[in-house]
């Protein structure tokens, strides 16, 4: 499976925006590149997910480089509620290909 | 509240002891994952159901442990034997199969099952 690699931890003020980044050299054509997050002693929840054009919707923007070996997680306005782990996960929609497989996501702090 | 619930939320157990944690998934989702997460770590992939059929069982899912989904609705996940190691958080998350052949599930996970084995 193509891996991702994200910073561990990052840390951004309250009320101003976030770029999470995630590296995933070795992507192919047919993954999408998909982000969950987990809040505090929850389970994980879908953020958005992108194949190629950069996406947008209520809770974040996905911006997807042209070459698609990297993309970035971008919270327009951070919040205290926005601090969480974020997970950016490769998925080949096929049959037997189901699963989520997690790295170990990057920790935000949100400074208020 | 219509999302997944779990039960119970917490569940501290003697090593050697039987325990099953209950997954109530969306009404009507017929995709059903097991995941288990230890600290520090993200969650890891144990077994997954789509309707009452089992289709994929992790090698992390040992012979110590057994998922069920009798009626394709609820699930439950036991684990004979409890070892200190099986110490973990258990989630369960499920999903519609998506339209199409080329777009991943969205799967929505339960809080979570904290199994603590003394």
């Known amino acids: 499976d193509a891996k991702t690699t994200q910073p561990n931890s990052m840390e951004s003020n309250e009320e101003e925006p976030v770029h999470l980044p995630c590296n995933h050299s070795?992507?192919?054509?047919?993954?999408?590149i998909h982000w969950y997050r987990q809040l505090p002693s929850q389970g994980p929840e879908y953020v958005i997910h992108g194949l190629t054009s950069n996406v947008n919707n209520r809770m974040a923007s996905l911006a997807i480089a042209e070459d698609r070996k990297s993309s970035t997680l971008i919270l327009h306005r951070a919040t205290l509620r926005d601090a969480a782990v974020y997970y950016c996960i490769l998925r080949f929609p096929n049959f037997g290909n189901e699963k989520l497989t997690f790295g170990t996501g990057t920790r935000l702090t949100i400074i208020p | 509240d219509t999302g997944v619930s779990q039960d119970p939320r917490h569940k501290i157990t003697k090593r050697g002891q039987n325990v099953t944690f209950r997954c109530d998934p969306i009404?009507?989702?017929?995709?059903l994952y097991w995941y288990r997460q230890t600290l520090g770590q993200g969650p890891e992939f144990l077994t997954y159901f789509q309707n009452e059929a089992q289709l994929e069982k992790s090698r992390l899912l040992s012979d110590r442990f057994s998922a069920e989904r009798p009626k394709g609705s609820f699930s439950t996940l036991e684990i004979q034997r409890t070892e200190q190691g099986d110490s973990a958080m258990y989630l369960c998350a499920s999903s519609e199969t998506p339209p199409g052949l080329k777009t991943a599930d969205t799967q929505y996970f339960g809080p979570g099952t904290r199994l603590t084995v003394l």
């Open positions: 070795t992507i192919s054509g047919t993954d999408y």
């Open positions: 009404s009507e989702h017929n995709r």
